[in-house]
């Protein structure tokens, strides 16, 4: 009963987050789709530079990922019972996470608009700053693993 619990709780988690990203991929959607006079007709709105989504956009899809690679292949070593391949594959998830974050940083303060900059900076800001707050959460959670599996508290 209580692995039955503990899966479904982990299954609406998921499904929670979903929504709520789903909320922020909406509100962009109905917004660039449908602009408002309001903001010019057009998007991105009147006086909004969009970032380029070939510069650091991309680097950073690139880099998450490459990081989605490497925890898998730490997952299998893990399941495999190659400790030293495992800690490898966390180690470089890590890096990456770390990498990762702090591009995004680079990215807000160098971004050519703010938050309050219409529609366009509240969703840009809102969707990926909870999406680097979930980054930041997932790579304490991997360095908690990783040193976890340093003190082989995992198995096969």
Not at 30 to 42: A, D, I
Not at 114 to 139: E, Q
Request: net charge neutral; glycine share 10%.
């Amino acid at each position: 009963a209580v692995q039955q619990g503990l899966r479904m709780g982990m299954i609406l988690f998921i499904v929670s987050e979903i929504m709520f990203f789903f909320a922020f991929f909406w509100a962009f959607f109905t917004s660039s789709l449908s602009p408002v006079f309001k903001n010019g007709g057009v998007w991105p709105p009147a006086g909004i530079e969009a970032i380029s989504p070939w510069g650091l956009p991309l680097l950073n899809t690139i880099i998450l990922l490459s990081s989605g690679a490497s925890v898998t292949w730490a997952h299998h070593a893990i399941v495999g019972g190659f400790k030293k391949d495992a800690l490898l594959g966390l180690v470089i998830t890590i890096i990456f996470a770390v990498i990762f974050t702090g591009l995004q940083g680079f990215e807000y303060v160098n971004a050519p608009f703010a938050m309050s900059d219409s529609v366009y900076g509240s969703v840009f800001f809102m969707a990926t700053g909870f999406h680097g707050f979930h980054v930041i959460i997932g790579t304490i959670f991997l360095f908690v693993c990783a040193f976890r599996l340093y003190l082989d508290h995992f198995s096969r």
